[in-house]
């Protein structure tokens, strides 16, 4: 049964329909890896930052040969960044669209610490922010 509002237990179904919880040890593994995956989310996002943050910086320096075909490399990496990036925010997203509280308290968690561990000194280490977007799929 799929549930349309938020509820608490142990029976979850997860993204995919071999990602089932039936037992206490099976839904605290669940949680653990929905927080472990909101945390790398984080940590993509910070890498996502600082790669276009350096790619700016590196391609402001008026450069002798090959800045179009570094421009297009870095373009194609920060692209392709973007989009695993933004697949981990929708699958987030729709783990938390489980209704289970567990499973939206334990990714919010992640996402908070995880914004801590690796973004919250950006201002301070003097790494430009490109864009601090709080949406969790972009």
């Known amino acids: 049964m799929m549930h349309m509002t938020m509820y608490w237990g142990k029976d979850v179904t997860l993204l995919f329909d071999w990602w089932r919880t039936n037992s206490w040890p099976s839904y605290?593994?669940?949680?653990?890896?929905?927080?472990?995956f909101s945390l790398f989310y984080q940590y993509l996002e910070d890498r996502r930052l600082r790669f276009n943050s350096t790619a700016v910086d590196r391609l402001s320096q008026p450069l002798l040969s090959k800045i179009g075909r570094t421009r297009r490399?870095?373009?194609?990496?920060?692209?392709?960044l973007f989009g695993f990036n933004a697949a981990?925010?929708?699958?987030?997203?729709?783990?938390?669209?489980?209704?289970?509280?567990?499973?939206?308290?334990?990714?919010?968690?992640?996402?908070?610490?995880?914004?801590?561990?690796?973004?919250?000194?950006?201002?301070?280490?003097?790494?430009?922010?490109?864009?601090?977007?709080?949406?969790?799929?972009?």
């Open 28 to 36: 605290a593994l669940s949680l653990l890896a929905c927080f472990l």
């Open 73 to 80: 490399t870095r373009g194609l990496a920060a692209a392709a």
């Open 88 to 138: 981990i925010g929708y699958l987030l997203m729709l783990a938390i669209m489980s209704f289970n509280g567990g499973v939206f308290l334990v990714i919010v968690f992640g996402i908070s610490v995880g914004y801590f561990l690796f973004r919250a000194g950006d201002d301070d280490d003097g790494h430009p922010v490109m864009v601090d977007n709080s949406c969790g799929c972009s």
